[in-house]
């Protein structure tokens, strides 16, 4: 049985940080690319960040850019989004995302950057 479970939202100040991290379970973690999406009420979902299954490529939101990373352990089945300088405006539900010949959706976890 496949799952992404996520964790580590919550509120935060701006300018603050948090870590977000999806751990995967039931495929094989390496050989999929693993991204972060974000929904905000009313809005799209929009890919915030991507990294290949090994790794060696990532690619970022333009607004993001500079101030998250993304990153996987492999060994450990999990990817993290760490998220620094939080502005009000990523506020949103964050999705873990796994691609490869199929594709799983994590459950979400949600972001409030507010004073």
């Known amino acids: 049985q496949v799952q992404l479970v996520e964790s580590g939202g919550g509120l935060v100040q701006p300018g603050g940080s948090l870590r977000l991290s999806c751990a995967a379970s039931?495929?094989?973690?390496?050989?999929?690319?693993m991204s972060w999406y974000r929904q905000a009420p009313g809005k799209v979902r929009e890919l915030v960040a991507r990294i290949t299954g090994a790794g060696g490529r990532t690619n970022y939101l333009d607004s993001v850019k500079g101030r998250f990373t993304i990153s996987r352990d492999n060994g450990k089945n999990t990817v993290y989004l760490q998220m620094n300088s939080l502005k009000p405006e990523g506020s949103a539900v964050y999705y873990c995302?796994?691609?490869?010949?199929?594709?799983?959706w994590g459950q979400g976890t949600q972001v409030t950057v507010s004073s």
């Open positions: 039931g495929f094989t973690f390496s050989t999929y690319s």
């Open positions: 995302y796994a691609e490869s010949i199929s594709w799983y």
